[in-house]
């Protein structure tokens, strides 16, 4: 008998070919169920995805529009028939959503809700339609300052994305001119105008500090949101005391430990 072990069923598809032995190939991996597809990848199970596109593209678009949405435009130019089609169409919606989860519409409390509601989120979303030169309007001056400027606890209020449900804290905003400052409400206008929308707290933390950078041109901007989450604390894990802290360095902030360190220590945060 010979002294070479049998070679197994799984290992006969791979001969030895012209004296080079052939590996076996590395099976695709299905995906998630969850994303309802049968499609096969091959490599890492995780299911990789392109960067938002509220980050990738510029800051600023040509008419003065920043990381607009889908209809930004539409809710711009609609008429004032057009904008009350929309509300109109909102409402109904709601009510859908009221008769679904077991509600009376017709009963006293909420017989105007869908409307009061429709015209809430048209509020709540009106950052889309803000145009970022009416913002900052004429508020960029020359001025020989080289030092950190620093607004700090400015109050934000914003909707999550994932679960539609408010999420509010306070946003630090710093930068180091360079040779350019801006008004100081300029700054509070410009967190207001991306916090109302739909995000989640990193891409705001970001939008901000993109958009500031690319007004001044800056030797740095640095800005840190703390912020509590409803999604998180009334449903959920329903951890009441929790917040949530994000930050983006760009420029010196980012380069020079130093100078993160003394914005930090400023805040209180170090």
């Not at 609609?78 to 017709?106: F, M, S």
Request: hydrophobic residues 35%.
């Amino acid at each position: 008998m010979s002294d070479t072990p049998a070679k197994s069923s799984a290992s006969s598809e791979h001969e030895e070919l012209n004296g080079t032995y052939s590996p076996r190939p590395i099976l695709p991996i299905k995906r998630s169920k969850l994303t309802g597809s049968s499609e096969f990848h091959v490599g890492t199970p995780l299911q990789t995805r392109v960067a938002s596109p509220c980050t990738l593209n510029p800051p600023i678009d040509s008419d003065g529009l920043s990381w607009p949405s889908q209809g930004a435009r539409k809710r711009i130019e609609q008429t004032p028939e057009e904008a009350e089609a929309r509300e109109a169409r909102i409402a109904d919606a709601v009510k859908v959503i009221l008769h679904e989860l077991g509600e009376d519409v017709d009963r006293e409390g909420l017989l105007e809700t869908p409307e009061r509601y429709a015209r809430a989120m048209l509020f709540f979303t009106k950052g889309y339609e803000d145009n970022i030169r009416d913002v900052i309007k004429r508020a960029v001056f020359e001025e020989n300052h080289d030092e950190m400027v620093i607004v700090r606890d400015i109050e934000i209020y914003s909707l999550c994305e994932h679960h539609l449900v408010p999420f509010f804290g306070k946003a630090h905003i710093a930068y180091i001119p360079n040779k350019r400052v801006l008004g100081l409400s300029k700054l509070a206008r410009l967190a207001e105008m991306y916090a109302r929308r739909f995000q989640v707290q990193e891409r705001l933390t970001k939008q901000i500090a993109m958009a500031l950078s690319e007004i001044l041109r800056p030797r740095g901007v640095a800005v840190v949101i703390e912020a509590t989450h409803m999604c998180m604390v009334s449903r959920g894990v329903q951890k009441t005391g929790s917040s949530t802290t994000t930050s983006c360095m760009l420029g010196c902030f980012r380069d020079h430990q130093k100078t993160r360190e003394e914005f930090l220590t400023l805040l209180g945060r170090k």
